[in-house]
């Protein structure tokens, strides 16, 4: 059964850095994009990260760009999203799943979110 599983979240204050992790199972990773996204209270889910697991390529919308950064641990069917620098406006449920377009994804392919704030 395909299952991804987020882990990581906490409270953190301004300035801090938090890892998230994705662990997969039920299937490899690699082959796959991975997205992560960020929802903030009453707004849209957004993508911050896209990993292009064939060829290692990567996207960072402006806001985060420079501050956060995926990677891939194929040994461990594990994705990450390293936070750094974090700000308030970083707050929200954090998502991992396979893909990096919010409205193509099936519900099946995302995990169930982890909590994030930042604040002082």
């Known amino acids: 059964q395909l299952q991804l599983v987020e882990s990581g979240g906490g409270l953190v204050q301004p300035g801090g850095s938090l890892k998230l992790s994705c662990v997969a199972s039920?299937?490899?990773?690699?082959?796959?994009?991975l997205g992560w996204f960020h929802q903030a209270p009453g707004k849209e889910r957004e993508v911050v990260s896209c990993?292009?697991?064939?060829?290692?390529?990567?996207y960072y919308p402006t806001s985060v760009k420079g501050r956060f950064s995926t990677s891939l641990d194929n040994a461990r069917n594990t994705f990450y999203l390293q936070m750094n620098s974090l700000k308030p406006e970083d707050t929200g449920i954090y998502y991992c799943?396979?893909?990096?377009?919010?409205?193509?994804?099936?519900?099946?392919?995302w995990g169930h979110g982890t909590q994030v704030t930042v604040s002082s």
């Open positions: 799943a396979l893909g990096c377009t919010a409205q193509t994804i099936p519900d099946d392919l």
């Open positions: 039920g299937f490899p990773l690699k082959n796959y994009a």
């Open positions: 990993l292009t697991s064939h060829d290692g390529d990567t």
